[in-house]
Nanobody
Framework: QVQLEESGGGLVQAGDSLRLSCAASGRTFSSPAMAWFRQAPGKEREFVAAISWSGITLYADSVKGRFTISRVNAEKISYLQMNSLKPEDTAVYYC???????????????WGQGTQVTVSS
């Protein structure tokens, strides 16, 4: 079993930055893709960003140019650097892991518990 734990959420003002971290532990599989999804109140969970083992990245259009996903394979950690935050970025952010790089939450087998990000205007 793979465990994922997010950290780094909080309350910030519009225009501020935050960096989320996702640490993997337990039985790890080879070459996992790691991704971030988010879910705002009353809305469906949506894709934010993903990164393959080799560093190929995918981003949702709504965060391109503002968010950057990265990873340190040796430490089994993924980061989501969020700049120029907007109130509409307010959501619970979830880390996920899968064997292949996709944008669909249905493809991800392992999930963290989530971390709250709140952006005030």
């Amino acid at each position: 079993q793979v465990q994922l734990e997010e950290s780094g959420g909080g309350l910030v003002q519009a225009g501020d930055s935050l960096r989320l971290s996702c640490a993997a532990s337990g039985r790890t599989f080879s070459s996992p893709a790691m991704a971030w999804f988010r879910q705002a109140p009353g809305k469906e969970r949506e894709f934010v960003a993903a990164i393959s083992w080799s560093g190929i990245t995918l981003y949702a259009d709504s965060v391109k140019g503002r968010f950057t996903i990265s990873r340190v394979n040796a430490e089994k950690i993924s980061y989501l650097q969020m700049n120029s935050l907007k109130p509409e970025d307010t959501a619970v952010y979830y880390c996920a892991a899968n064997k292949r790089l996709t944008m669909s939450d249905l493809d991800y087998d392992y999930w963290g518990q989530g971390t709250q990000v709140t952006v005030s205007s």
